[in-house]
């Protein structure tokens, strides 16, 4: 069954230290995968995507995320961090049919603190 | 930028009552979902919408949900006789092409 793996449930890194998420996936086929973040009483925001191509990938707000077929990887990264980026991230699988993506699955996301 | 907006932003309904959110998705996009989050939990598909017909709902999507697509803009989850534990953020999002998916704000539901 597809699924997506998120090990990290909370992690606070300093402000301008470097941070990386971590995301495994679960999927058959080439998956679509996403990053979202989600601020305290918002939606979900679109970071990046990754569909084909180049397997890194450049984001909006400097973040960037590599695929990596042979670990099942999608990890997000950011060289450094700035106290606004404190949210919650969701790593996310795209299950397609016909060439569209008909659902997404979501990891359980992580929890960004950022320390000044 | 254009956004998918939901109303209401909080609905407080008591069990066995009926509920409609509504989301307007962006306004050129042809690929409507709805999602939930139960607080403490991962996001959650319920169905996915194309061409006026659903194309994909989830286990949870039982016979109490519907969607419907009303007119041009508005975008619908239709809950008929709430119990509590459809208490939950529920979020819209909506695509273009059917690839990359954006999402509204949410509709916090609360069942008493």
């Known amino acids: 069954a597809q699924s997506v793996t998120q090990p990290d449930i909370h992690i606070t890194v300093s402000e301008g230290a470097s941070l990386e998420l971590r995301c495994n996936y679960s999927?058959?086929?080439?998956?679509?995968l996403f990053w979202y973040v989600q601020s305290p009483g918002q939606g979900l925001q679109l970071l990046l995507k990754y569909f084909s191509g180049d397997t890194l990938v450049q984001g909006i707000k400097g973040f960037e995320a590599e695929f990596k077929r042979s670990q099942s990887s999608f990890n997000l990264r950011k060289p450094s961090v700035h106290w606004s980026d404190a949210a919650e991230y969701f790593c996310a699988v795209g299950l397609t049919y016909g060439g569209a993506t008909n659902k997404l699955i979501f990891g359980t996301g992580t929890l960004l603190a950022v320390q000044p | 930028e254009p956004e998918v907006t939901q109303t209401p932003s909080h609905q407080v309904t008591q069990m066995g009552q009926e509920v409609i959110l509504r989301c307007v998705p962006i306004s050129n996009h042809l690929y409507f979902y709805w999602y939930r989050q139960i607080l403490g939990q991962k996001v959650e598909f319920l169905v996915s919408?194309?061409?006026?017909?659903?194309?994909?709902k989830s286990e949870i999507f039982d016979d109490q949900f519907s969607v419907e697509r009303p007119d041009g803009s508005n975008f619908t989850l239709k809950i008929r006789s709430t119990k509590l534990e459809d208490s939950a953020m529920y979020f819209c999002?909506?695509?273009?092409?059917?690839?990359?998916?954006?999402f509204g704000p949410g509709t916090r539901l609360t069942v008493t």
């Open positions: 919408f194309y061409n006026n017909e659903i194309s994909e």
């Open positions: 999002a909506s695509s273009e092409s059917g690839s990359e998916q954006y």
């Open positions: 999927y058959g086929a080439t998956p679509y």
